[in-house]
């Protein structure tokens, strides 16, 4: 990517919404984006750091703790800011890591019941269901 990418480009690229851009640059999430003629302009800069929020986001990581990040990333690299930096991203790690092992664990219970599916329609039907016979009066 050479060229700036508009705001609605942006919104394509990332999945995010304008307004989404938007909020995530008035929380401080993201720098202000520079402005040709009034309209945002996304830099390669910008779009990667969108990504990197992206996959924050999509891994559950909260609104509070990315904007703790993005707050210290702007502090430079001093040895306290990166070190804390470390700190939330590898507690996050740890989240996702056991989300993963949850969904995983999920996940082999689903399949354990689509077997058991499987293996009731492999089942001969041996004599017909008895019918009930309702009298009336």
Known sequence: MNQPLSISKAAEVTGLSAHTLRYYEKIGLIAT???????????????????????LRATGMSMRDMQLYAQLLREGLAPASAAKRQVILEEHAERVEADMKALGDT??????????????????KSAPEPRLHLRSG
């Open 33 to 55: 984006v520079d402005r040709r003629s009034g309209a945002r302009r996304y830099s390669e800069a910008d779009m990667r750091w969108l990504e990197f929020l992206v996959r």
């Open 107 to 124: 996940l082999k219970y689903i399949r354990k019941k689509i077997r058991s599916y499987k293996e009731m329609q492999l089942v001969p």
